[in-house]
């Protein structure tokens, strides 16, 4: 359970006790990513599905993965190759999938709302693995986790966003879980991308990178999410990456210390340079890692119920 909801839809509705029991939980499911035994029997007899409607590699994956080595019997579906081709309908496909006796459904889909509906018409625990420009939980939570390992605490932390903010679910729970969590958040795009009335979630917003950049703890840049957006909303992305691109230089006016997150995929030289990604205070492959791990933790606590 999740609160009170079988199902983890986002993070604006999860308590903040609920987001430190699953961030501690990780700390042990780590142990056992980290391990040469990856094996539990958390989800013994238990029936994981994944049915993706956009696609994936981290999130998807390590689902997967998860849900693997905790020995449930985990199939994956793309919608692609599913009956969803056939003009079978959202709920249809979903109750298809629930009555073979699913006990968690990990879903993507393109529109907002796509897993709260799916939510209310099936007995599994749905999880949310990204639904449109609205949330993805599970990666806010992994981010967290990430940022805690290697600074030990979230509060108080300048965590400065830089990316496509409009069109991306992985800021909109990223600035709901930060900010509940006693982190300073701020958000820097060109004025196009930015949501109106974002201040009102608590964030301070900047159009200017270096600006956003300075004495920062955290700097985390996002995709510009172009199969998303509908219009031009800048020139182009070489003259995105001019303004916006967080290169060597730029990543020197944060704190000595910063670290640099991802949620990846990585599109190298537009939101950050190739040595950005790869230097000492990157932290993309452990959010990676992590990912496992996280998904592991709430998947665990999904069943409990
Ligand atoms: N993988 C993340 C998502 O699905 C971020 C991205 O695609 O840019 O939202």
Known sequence: MFGNSKDLLGIRDLPVSEIQE??????????????????????????VNILFYENSTRTRLSF??????MSSVACNISASG???????????????????QTDILIMRHGLSGAPHLVAKNVNAAVINGGDGTHEHPTQALLDAYTIIEKKGDLK??????VGDIAHSRVARSNIWLLTK??????????????????EQMGVTVYNDVEVALKDADVVMGLRIQLERQKGGYFPDLVEYAKEFGINEKRLKLAKSDAIVLHPGPVNRE??????????????IDEQVTNGVAIRMAIMKKAIER
């Open 22 to 47: 699953i961030l501690d939980r990780t700390a042990e499911m780590k142990k056992i990513v980290m391990s040469q035994n990856r094996k539990t029997t958390d989800l013994a007899g238990r029936t």
């Open 64 to 69: 997967e993965m998860g849900a693997k080595m």
């Open 82 to 100: 599913s009956s969803v081709t056939k003009k079978e309908n959202l709920i249809d496909t979903a109750r298809t999938i629930d009555v073979m």
């Open 156 to 161: 108080g932390l300048k965590v400065v966003i």
């Open 181 to 198: 969590m006693g982190a300073k958040v701020s958000i820097c795009a060109p004025k196009t991308l930015i949501p109106s009335g974002i």
């Open 270 to 283: 537009v939101e950050i340079t190739s040595f950005v990604y790869d230097c000492d205070q990157s932290v």
